[in-house]
């Protein structure tokens, strides 16, 4: 990421960019035996954190506040709550209970459990029945505040944690953590895989949200995928009787991605995995724009030239397009008019932008960054939100729903209210990089009703769509 040209953020790759390095490196470092590793014909693969949000915290989340930041406005929970529709189902008792949702994150946050309660009392928000922690793939590193790896993830934990439950007050939390570090050259996705294997194998939770993404041209191609196993958390999670829906985000730059170095992208359209995958359903972002009468339209979350971001020229927007990996899956064959003969992405979008970010709160210990209040934003925030819409849905039905996406597509086909179009906006970028410098404008997509390689088929009325997933009929 080109992290030199955004003044106040600290920003990761594309959601959680995953990359094979295989850049220049000392003779003998980590890096330099991952790429040895690489060229034999082993993935090595790294994972970093990508929940974007400005360095100066504040003491407290007001409009003032996020206003002097340099934000149009910051969005409360109770504000998502509204501007999807989520309060009738709380009144009707639908808000997670019995259902667990899974979050999937390496080294996590030491602070979440202390750092969710203050959420909560800010907010007026129930604690949730439980939130537990466990390390399925090995033991978590002891906290380094020096480690800007390490508190990354920390802020993409507090995030996943505090919307997910946001969205799903009822619901169990769980956080997967795992012992990844590019900055220690350790691969990073086999660790993934294994703990959502355990996730999956035990039956912990009924929708499993990963804020990572990887290029997929990062691979030689699908068969390197399938050869060293990546797949096959999602193959058991669709292979088992109610097993959980697997979410993942579809990245933070538009069509362009960050590339293997992790500070310049793609100069060519490309796309991620996992929301790729066609076991997976990809989350897009969107931006929430207030209406009149506490009223919220959705429109392509697109702030590549929000100057509040830095030059007008970063290229932070949702990530959508045609996959190079995987065909056009059968629910998509309504609308391969869009997508051709390939996987188009995203599925669904919930607000992402960071011209509408969240509140979150944060304490765990960072190297120049106190504890408080940070406006956050990127598809690692609408991702746990729509797991959270799942949790309510899986509450409904009365279990796990498995992959969603033939649903989510049908709903779409038949104008279902629980599927709000999103018909403005594009994921278009455009940014500077090289030496001499060079300014690169990728062309991208156009939401629209129906299905876009932007926004999928759309966003969310929640008091619909909980009960539309389960298939039944909202009460009257």
Same mark, same amino acid.
């Given at each position: 990421?080109?992290?030199?040209?955004?003044?106040?953020?600290?920003?990761?790759?594309?959601?959680?960019?995953?990359?094979?390095?295989?850049?220049?490196?000392?003779?003998?470092?980590?890096?330099?035996?991952?790429?040895?590793?690489?060229?034999?014909?082993?993935?090595?693969?790294?994972?970093?954190?990508?929940?974007?949000?400005?360095?100066?915290?504040?003491?407290?989340?007001?409009?003032?506040?996020?206003?002097?930041?340099?934000?149009?406005?910051?969005?409360?929970?109770?504000?998502?709550?509204?501007?999807?529709?989520?309060?009738?189902?709380?009144?009707?008792?639908?808000?997670?209970?019995?259902?667990?949702?899974?979050?999937?994150?390496?080294?996590?946050?030491?602070?979440?459990?202390?750092?969710?309660?203050?959420?909560?009392?800010?907010?007026?928000?129930?604690?949730?029945?439980?939130?537990?922690?466990?390390?399925?793939?090995?033991?978590?590193?002891?906290?380094?505040?020096?480690?800007?790896?390490?508190?990354?993830?920390?802020?993409?934990?507090?995030?996943?944690?505090?919307?997910?439950?946001?969205?799903?007050?009822?619901?169990?939390?769980?956080?997967?953590?795992?012992?990844?570090?590019?900055?220690?050259?350790?691969?990073?996705?086999?660790?993934?895989? *294994?703990?959502?294997?355990?996730?999956?194998?035990?039956?912990?939770?009924?929708?499993?949200?990963?804020?990572?993404?990887?290029?997929?041209?990062?691979?030689?191609?699908?068969?390197?995928?399938? !050869?060293?196993?990546?797949?096959?958390?999602?193959?058991?999670?669709?292979?088992?009787?109610?097993?959980?829906?697997?979410?993942?985000?579809?990245?933070?730059?538009?069509?362009?991605?960050?590339?293997?170095?992790?500070?310049?992208?793609?100069?060519?359209?490309?796309?991620?995995?996992?929301?790729?995958?066609?076991?997976?359903?990809?989350?897009?972002?969107?931006?929430?724009?207030?209406?009149?009468?506490?009223?919220?339209?959705?429109?392509?979350?697109?702030?590549?030239?929000?100057?509040?971001?830095?030059?007008?020229?970063?290229?932070?927007?949702?990530?959508?397009?045609?996959?190079?990996?995987?065909?056009?899956?059968?629910? &998509?064959?309504?609308?391969?008019?869009?997508?051709?003969?390939?996987?188009?992405?995203?599925?669904?979008?919930?607000?992402?932008?960071?011209?509408?970010?969240?509140?979150?709160?944060?304490?765990?210990?960072? &190297?120049?960054?106190?504890?408080?209040?940070?406006?956050?934003?990127?598809?690692? *925030?609408?991702?746990? *939100?729509?797991?959270?819409?799942?949790?309510?849905?899986?509450?409904?039905?009365?279990?796990?729903?498995?992959?969603?996406?033939?649903?989510?597509?049908?709903?779409?086909?038949?104008?279902?209210?629980?599927?709000?179009?999103?018909?403005?906006?594009?994921?278009?970028?455009?940014?500077?990089?090289?030496?001499?410098?060079?300014?690169?404008?990728?062309?991208?997509?156009?939401?629209?009703?129906?299905?876009?390689?932007?926004?999928?088929?759309?966003?969310?009325?929640?008091?619909?769509?909980?009960?539309?997933?389960?298939? !039944?009929?909202?009460? !009257?």
């Amino acid at each position: 990421m080109r992290k030199g040209k955004v003044t106040g953020l600290a920003v990761g790759a594309a959601a959680l960019a995953i990359g094979v390095i295989a850049a220049a490196a000392p003779a003998g470092s980590a890096v330099a035996k991952s790429a040895a590793s690489a060229a034999a014909g082993t993935p090595t693969i790294v994972v970093k954190p990508g929940v974007i949000h400005p360095m100066a915290g504040m003491p407290a989340p007001s409009q003032a506040n996020c206003v002097a930041l340099g934000f149009y406005h910051c969005i409360t929970p109770q504000q998502v709550e509204t501007a999807y529709n989520l309060a009738p189902l709380y009144r009707h008792g639908i808000t997670g209970k019995g259902e667990t949702i899974v979050i999937v994150d390496s080294f996590g946050s030491p602070t979440i459990k202390k750092d969710l309660a203050v959420f909560d009392r800010q907010f007026k928000l129930p604690a949730p029945p439980s939130i537990k922690i466990i390390t399925p793939a090995g033991t978590i590193p002891k906290w380094n505040p020096d480690n800007s790896d390490m508190t990354g993830w920390g802020g993409e934990t507090t995030l996943d944690v505090e919307y997910a439950h946001s969205i799903a007050p009822g619901a169990n939390i769980l956080l997967v953590e795992t012992p990844v570090s590019e900055t220690e050259g350790v691969t990073g996705f086999p660790q993934i895989v *294994e703990a959502e294997n355990y996730v999956v194998k035990h039956h912990l939770g009924g929708v499993i949200s990963q804020s990572f993404s990887a290029t997929e041209q990062t691979f030689t191609g699908l068969g390197q995928i399938n !050869r060293y196993h990546l797949r096959s958390a999602y193959v058991q999670a669709a292979q088992e009787e109610d097993g959980p829906t697997v979410l993942a985000a579809s990245g933070d730059s538009g069509v362009a991605d960050v590339g293997l170095d992790q500070e310049t992208y793609y100069t060519h359209r490309v796309t991620s995995w996992p929301d790729s995958d066609p076991l997976v359903t990809g989350v897009g972002g969107t931006e929430l724009v207030a209406g009149k009468g506490n009223t919220y339209t959705s429109v392509a979350w697109n702030d590549t030239y929000n100057p509040h971001l830095g030059d007008g020229t970063v290229p932070y927007a949702t990530g959508g397009g045609l996959s190079v990996l995987f065909s056009r899956p059968f629910y &998509q064959d309504g609308v391969k008019n869009v997508v051709g003969s390939a996987r188009g992405v995203p599925d669904v979008s919930m607000n992402g932008a960071c011209t509408s970010p969240v509140f979150t709160y944060q304490s765990f210990p960072q &190297q120049g960054t106190p504890a408080g209040w940070y406006p956050s934003c990127g598809t690692s *925030e609408s991702t746990p *939100e729509f797991a959270g819409i799942v949790a309510l849905a899986d509450q409904v039905a009365g279990h796990p729903l498995g992959l969603i996406n033939p649903t989510l597509y049908w709903l779409s086909a038949e104008r279902a209210p629980g599927i709000v179009p999103v018909t403005s906006g594009n994921n278009t970028v455009t940014f500077t990089q090289g030496t001499p410098v060079k300014t690169y404008t990728l062309h991208g997509f156009k939401a629209q009703a129906g299905y876009s390689l932007v926004d999928g088929v759309g966003t969310v009325n929640g008091w619909y769509l909980a009960y539309e997933l389960a298939g !039944r009929t909202p009460p !009257r």
